[in-house]
Structure formats: structure tokens, C-alpha cells
């Protein structure tokens, strides 16, 4: 059973930056693929990013393209999620997630999920 903690999170201007941090016990971390994960209120939680079990392979969003970078410590356990050149449409909660699966875009394939952190980007 793995455990998912994010933090992060914050209310951030436009333009601006954060750094998600998701940080796992109770596994083995380098056996996962990670994701993130975002809802906003009365949307359907969706994909922001993944990367495999080594780091070595990433895919993103075609919303976060070139905004976003996401990247792994197996040995810390973390995967982190950097965002910059933030909008107020990135305005959500977002979520960590640990797949057996390789890097995948489907919600479904995840297996644990975190709690979630909000992000708010103001205009």
C-alpha cells in the first residue's frame, strides 16, 4: 500500500511559479510510474503529467506543454511537478498518483492517489 502526500500548493499571480512536491512511503517508489493529476470545481479530475519509474520518459497535457516540467528523486522517495508561467485556467486541486502500469494518461490506470493540493492563480 503506498501512501501519497502533495504539498506545494498556494495562491500564485499570473505568470508566476510553484513547485508541487508529492512525497511516498509504504512502497517501493521506483516500481511506479507517477502522474499528476488536476480538477477544478464542476470539471472532471484531469491529466497534467507523467513520468516513468527511471525519470526517463515524461509526457504532458498539451495544456501544460511547455509551462510545466515534471521530474523524480527515487531516491527521496518525491516527484515533483514545476509550473511556471502559470494562467488562471490552471486554477485546481491537484493530485499525485502511482501507477504499476507504464506512463499513461488514463485516470484509471492509477492506482493510489494523494489528498490533493490546491493551486489558485489569480488575474
Known amino acids: 500500500q503506498v501512501q501519497l502526500a502533495e504539498s506545494g500548493g498556494g495562491l500564485v499571480q499570473a505568470g508566476g511559479s510553484l513547485r508541487l512536491s508529492c512525497a511516498a512511503s509504504?512502497?517501493?517508489?521506483?516500481?511506479?510510474?507517477m502522474g499528476w493529476f488536476r480538477q477544478a470545481p464542476g470539471k472532471e479530475r484531469e491529466f497534467v503529467a507523467a513520468?516513468?519509474?527511471?525519470?526517463?520518459?515524461?509526457k504532458f497535457a498539451n495544456s501544460v506543454k511547455g509551462r510545466f516540467t515534471i521530474s523524480r528523486d527515487n531516491a527521496k522517495n518525491t516527484v515533483y511537478l514545476q509550473m511556471n508561467s502559470l494562467k488562471p485556467e490552471d486554477t485546481a486541486v491537484y493530485f499525485c498518483?502511482?501507477?504499476?502500469?507504464?506512463?499513461?494518461?488514463?485516470?484509471?490506470?492509477?492506482?493510489?492517489w494523494g489528498q490533493g493540493t490546491q493551486v489558485s492563480v489569480s488575474s
Open positions: 498518483a502511482a501507477s504499476m502500469y507504464p506512463t499513461s494518461f488514463e485516470r484509471s490506470q492509477y492506482d493510489y
Open positions: 509504504g512502497g517501493t517508489f521506483s516500481n511506479y510510474a
Open positions: 513520468v516513468s519509474r527511471s525519470g526517463g520518459i515524461k
